[in-house]
């Protein structure tokens, strides 16, 4: 298991050093800056193994996280904790920084106590933390209070406490896409896919049990067995295969594997239910069509359309368009019929924004590059143009069909509960070959 | 809040004033004081000289205070032991506190402090804490039972935490489920033989519904667990995974890699024309695609596992190659990987994809990564025939470009293209020829001169061309000189005429002015072979080489099994076996539960049944053995002959206990000449039966692609006691006195020097359980019971006479004597 776990600065200093384990000595925070940190090179590998000794480690803005050990632990583990690591300190003090953490040195080997234990990662879930890690001590506890901690932590329902109250009962309902793309550049799709994450906001009262229906192909289809086969016809069409998905540790996997519906009791406040990934007939929200010329040794042409492909009536927003540039640029000239361009020379890209354009439209950039001459034998690498937007609509075609609140206990029923749902399709990694 | 503070005090005489500050009477200001002190403990100031000042903090009723002070404990109490006794007091009191809450912490730290004395004192308030009514207090106190072994593994074996352990197993609580597991696990890998987990289906059922309820990690702890379990048929293999099949789900990656194993091991176990295995292997592919839409850490470890996935059953995966294409903002590890898994994937189907990727690749920026493109070029012209010369035209458009690492990768491939391919591209050597200045690594050079030396006879300048290397002969490398030696050989065997002064230069080099003995010795072979019988000369440099295999570095079969059993873990990223990183690693067989490994332990000893003279080569040899309620026949392969082998099967003729194979043979790749494969087929008592002489004859029947052979061998009865056959002591004793004395047969047992309590002990280990024992007139008597898969009860009477090392079995049926004297002398 995780023999000890070390935050480092970007200098290689360690802010945070805690051992678990008899095995690792204070010889290999030292290793770990001299043969990582230090070493100031691209990553090669997230693991390194140095004197028999492994280190995990991953990077949030200029902080070091390392996890250590010698034995043949569960690696994929070891990053999901250091990654939980992360999300738990971010809710309980925000971005991870080098003050941050030095500001909350004590609170952070708090929580490295309660979550990792002999190197064992324990309850991670920030709601029931929270509970009992205060910074505050927790003397003024009863005894009702106390247990009701402690069975929440170990409970089934760890992400939740009871006796939640609201006076509105509301929920917020989010279906994020990001919609990913690799176009050769005579226009032949790659590879597409959308990568989906439904983010919920609820605040209910009480342990409410919540259930969540979408357009699914697999559900869609076996009810449409049960009606007219003109209704299974009809649905099948508005229905989508979903490649796969996983789900927050709330939702009943079982359930989900056997009858394919997705019910749970959710946490309070933020989370994400779930995320899925589709492949088949995705709604391409853009088209980039590139063209690139060379003009002798020193001048490039590039001429680039993008069309948008959806309904006239939607708008999409905060478009940019990223064409990469050689090295040796020494000067861009763009002309763009609508919103602006500009050559960004630390970035070697034009850099195009449009910050609305409504669908069945098309717009064109044409520019013209001054090369200065070199020598250098290795041919330009020519990487991809790619794009950045939002759509207000899921590309993966995904509808909420429903999701029904039960709270048998309280006396709210699902029609008192305000819901609001909607949908937002941003690019992944948008990218056409050029 | 400010705390950053702490971490600036930088000055000369700081410990002086921390001391002082420490023994303040304002208690805000100690609390101040020990914030600085761990501040400057984890930048890595000794702060040890502190310690009296620091545990006189203790005493508080202030909670984060006093867990500062915990952590310095567990820092220090080592270097200090006499002084951490001072703490005990307060552990001990902590860990009666009616919050459960202080209760886990005092036992949670009192388990880091590694120091002999409190370890005692840890013991009292363990046991108790590990019985207590709060699930919070007991998740904690099942961990410590792993940190104490971890100190002192006896003292946990003596003071019987493990069984408390394993009872913590049927907790209604799933997280202390959880953690037991978890601390089982780490204590039983330093157990190697002992069945400390003591996995049976009622447990595995307790598991299965605990993995529905636990935390994330719980459930990554069970699964893990799991992996280790062999289920008696396949039908319990079924059950599991049906009910593990659900993880795949999870939002967690490392559950979904732990599913994964457990469903990887399971499969092996359910018959292959069943529907269920054909469902299972399509749930298996979409979790892994998901995998690589994951930070890119988690992706690194899912591709080093989904590489060793599609080198066991590339099945899975083989309609997703897409999902392996490169992003051109992936990190280089991630890169590289996807590049590794795509070249295991590409087929004939997807052969044009795949290269079209690859050229894109080979233009990128980091080396590392383009040379690996362009030996993927060449490997998919070696494994996908038909894309062979699309590849070469790739290859040659790439030498063009004239960057030199490409070209010299080009050159390398491209003699692996010309050994897969004799005679079929050598119109392209005088476009390698060209470039012949700018190869400067070895490697390179070595395969230019051997393109070379290999056609000789269509170069028309391959003798400049070879003399040219010649200059610089002795800065070469041995790979380039050896090289270098045999091409000139082969031009001259090609053309003698003209250039038997370059070959008498390059041997008298090779043989007078070198001093690295391989080029002496292959340079004198050359010279004599030459200088005696140019014919055999011709015969032996010349001889018609054996093409290279399609799959180049595939992971060893034996290996690529272990790695298969550690799926998510260290292992299957470095792709090497625990033991190889891990210092001291014991038990690693039983660790790894893989079936082959266990046998290695259980019977080191395999007897030849069918010697490699009487099968065309084929050499089996095995025992029996009976694990955790399966009866196994453990076999090892070897192919002594020279050609490969395949389509292995075996049956069993009708025998007296009905033993079958409940699987077919578990050999899935051809057996390579000398290559040895040791296999593990479980075996049941369902057959059709048939009294054999003797009782425990088994004849075998066993396949190959070369003939069917015949062999007989002897189960050692011992392997048919069911766990179950101790018999109730009443019932004993009735149907003892119902057997006529006429049944009854003694029997002695030579020379056996244990006492009565180690004998049964080591009986039970077989599944012969004693009833009763009696001392009459100084002797032991020792009533024992077995029962035989076949429902049959044996009894027995063992009279042991201290001082007489032989024993005298009474046994009121039929000939089991045999059976105990041949058993007590294995369990010896």
Known sequence: MIGGLFIYNHKGEVLISRVYRDDIGRNAVDAFRVNVIHARQQVRSPVTNIARTSFFHVKRSNIWLAAVTKQNVNAAMVFEFLYKMCDVMTAYFGKISEENIKNNFVLIYELLDEILDFGYPQNSETGALKTFITQQGIKSQTKEEQSQITSQVTGQIGWRRE???????????????????????????????????????????????????????????????????????????????????????????????????????????????????????????????????????????????????????????????????????????VICMKGKAKYKASENAIVWKIKRMAGMKESQISAEIELLPTNDKKKWARPPISMNFEVPFAPSGLKVRYLKVFEPKLNYSDHDVIKWVRYIGRSGIYETRC | MTDSKYFTTNKKGEIFELKAELNNEKKEKRKEAVKKVIAAMTVGKDVSSLFPDVVNCMQTDNLELKKLVYLYLMNYAKSQPDMAIMAVNSFVKDCEDPNPLIRALAVRTMGCIRVDKITEY???????????????????????????????????????????????????????????????????????????????????????????????????????????????????????????????????????????????????????DSDYYGTLLKKLSPPLVTLLSGEPEVQYVALRNINLIVQKRPEILKQEIKVFFVKYNDPIYVKLEKLDIMIRLASQANIAQVLAELKEYATEVDVDFVRKAVRAIGRCAIKVEQSAERCVSTLLDLIQTKVNYVVQEAIVVIRDIFRKYPNKYESIIATLCE?????????ARAAMIWIVGEYAERIDNADELLESFLEGFHDESTQVQLTLL???????????????????????????????????????????????????????????????????????????????????????????????????SHGIHQHSADQFAIMKQYFSV????????????????????????????????????????????????????????TTPLPIHTPLMPNQSIDISLPLSTIGPVMKMDPLNNLQVAVKNIIDVFYFSCLIPLNIFFVEDGKMERQVFLVTWKDIPNENELQYQIKECHLNADTVSGKLQNNNIFTIAKRNVEGQDMLYQSLKLTNGIWILAELRIQPGNPNY?????????????????ARSE
């Open chain 2, 606 to 661: 395999l007897q030849v049944w069918l010697p490699a003279t009487k099968a065309k080569g084929l050499e089996i040899a095995g025992t029996f053995s009976r694990r955790q309620g399966h009866m196994y026949m453990d076999m090892t392969f070897i192919n002594k002959a020279l050609q490969h082998m395949t389509d292995f099967a075996i049956q069993f003729n009708k025998n007296s206990f009905g033993v079958i194979p």
């Open chain 1, 163 to 333: 006796g939640i109250k609201y006076r509105r009962n509301e929920l917020f309902l989010d279906v994020l896409e990001s919609v990913n793309l690799l176009m050769s550049p005579q226009g032949q799709v790659l590879s597409a896919h959308v990568s989906g994450r439904v983010v919920m906001k609820s605040y209910l009262s009480g342990m409410p049990e919540c259930k969540f229906g979408m357009n699914d192909k697999i559900v869609i289809d076996k009810q449409g067995k049960g009606g007219t086969a003109d209704d299974a016809g009809k649905s099948g069409k508005q229905s989508i295969a979903i490649d796969d998905c996983t789900f927050h540790q709330c939702v009943r996997l079982s359930k989900f594997d056997s009858e394919r519906s997705i019910s749970f009791i959710p946490p309070d406040g933020e989370y994400e239910l779930m995320r899925y990934r589709t492949t088949k007939d995705i709604i391409l929200p853009f088209r980039v069509i590139p063209l690139v010329r060379e003009v002798g040794r020193t001048k490039l042409e590039v001429k680039v359309v993008i069309k948008s492909n959806f309904k006239p009536s939607l708008l999409a927003q905060k478009i940019e368009v990223r064409i990469p540039t050689p090295l040796n640029t020494s000067g861009v000239q």
């Open chain 2, 808 to 824: 005298t079995v009474t046994n009121p049926f039929f000939s089991t004597d045999i059976v105990f004297a041949a058993h007590i």
């Open chain 2, 435 to 443: 470039n012949l200045d700018s190869l400067d690594e070895p490697d």
């Open chain 2, 122 to 272: 840890l013991c009292e308030p363990l046991r108790k804490c590990l019985k207590d009514e709060d699930p919070y207090v007991r998740k904690t106190a099942a961990v410590c039972v792993a940190k104490l072994h971890d100190i002192n593994a006896q003292m946990v074996e003596d003071q019987g935490f493990l069984d408390s352990l394993r009872d913590l197993i049927a907790d209604s609580n799933p997280m202390v489920v959880a953690n037991a597991v978890a601390a089982l696990s780490e204590i039983s890998e330093s157990h190697p033989n002992s069945n400390l987990l003591d996995l049976n289906p009622q447990n595995i059922n307790k598991l299965l519904t605990a993995l529905n309820e636990c935390t994330e990690w719980g459930q990554i702890f069970i699964l893990d667990c799991l992996s280790n379990y062999n289920p008696k048929d396949e039908r319990e293999a079924q059950s599991i995974c049906e009910r593990v099949t659900p993880r795949l789900s999870h939002a967690n990656s490392a559950v979904v890699l732990s599913a994964v194993k457990v469903l990887m091991k399971f499969l092996e176990l359910l018959p292959k």
């Open chain 2, 486 to 584: 045999t091409a000139i050989v082969k031009l001259f065997l090609k053309k003698p005429s003209e250039t038997q002064e370059l070959v008498q230069q390059v041997l008298s080099l090779a043989t007078q002015d070198s001093d690295n003995p391989d080029l002496r010795d292959r340079g004198y072979i050359y010279w004599r072979l030459l200088s005696t019988d140019p014919v055999t000369a011709k015969e032996v440099v010349l001889s018609e080489k054996p093409l290279i295999s399609e799959e180049t570095d595939l992971i060893e079969p034996t290996l690529l099994d272990e790695l298969i059993c550690h799926i998510g873990s260290l292992a299957s990223v470095y792709h090497k076996p625990p033991n190889a990183f891990v210092e001291g």
